[in-house]
C-alpha cells in the first residue's frame, strides 16, 4: 500500500502543477497523511479515512488563506486602464455620435446609459469600452 501512497502523492502534486489551481494538492496532503499512517501499521480503513479527513481538512481550513496569496493582483492594462479616467467631450456624445478626449487623443463616445447626451466641453467619466468607442457617464460630484 505504500506504493499507492507515493503514487497518489505525486499524482496529486503533477496535476496541481500542471493546473496551479489550489485543488489537488491538498488531496497530496491527505495521501502523504495516509501514507504515514499506513507506515504506523494502520489497516486500509483507517488509511482512507486519514487522506479523506485530512484532504478535505486542509481543503476547506488552509485553501481561503493560501489562495489570497497564490492569487496575482490584476493590473489593468491596455485598454482596461482607461476605465476610470476623465475625458473631455469634443462633439456632442448621444447615442448616434459624439467624440471624446482622452488623454490627448480623441475617440468616438458613446452614452453609458441610454438616453444620456453629453455637450461639447463637459468632462466625463469613462466606465467601459465598446469596440473603439468610450462608454461614457456624467462626472460625479466631489
Known sequence: MTVVWLAAFVVFLAAEALTVS?????????ALAALAVQVLGA????????????????FFLVRP????????????TNVDGLIGRSAVVKETVDAQAGTAVLAGETWLARPFEA????SPGTTVIV???????????????K
Open 115 to 118: 438616453g444620456k447626451s453629453f
Open 65 to 76: 488563506f493560501a489562495s489570497r496569496y497564490v492569487q496575482e493582483k490584476k493590473t489593468p
Open 127 to 141: 466606465k467601459g469600452i465598446s469596440g473603439a468607442k468610450l462608454l461614457v457617464a456624467a462626472e460625479e460630484s
Open 43 to 58: 489497516g486500509i480503513r483507517l488509511q482512507l479515512a486519514v487522506f479523506v479527513a485530512v484532504s478535505f481538512l486542509l
Open 22 to 30: 489550489l485543488t489537488s494538492v491538498w488531496f497530496a496532503g491527505g
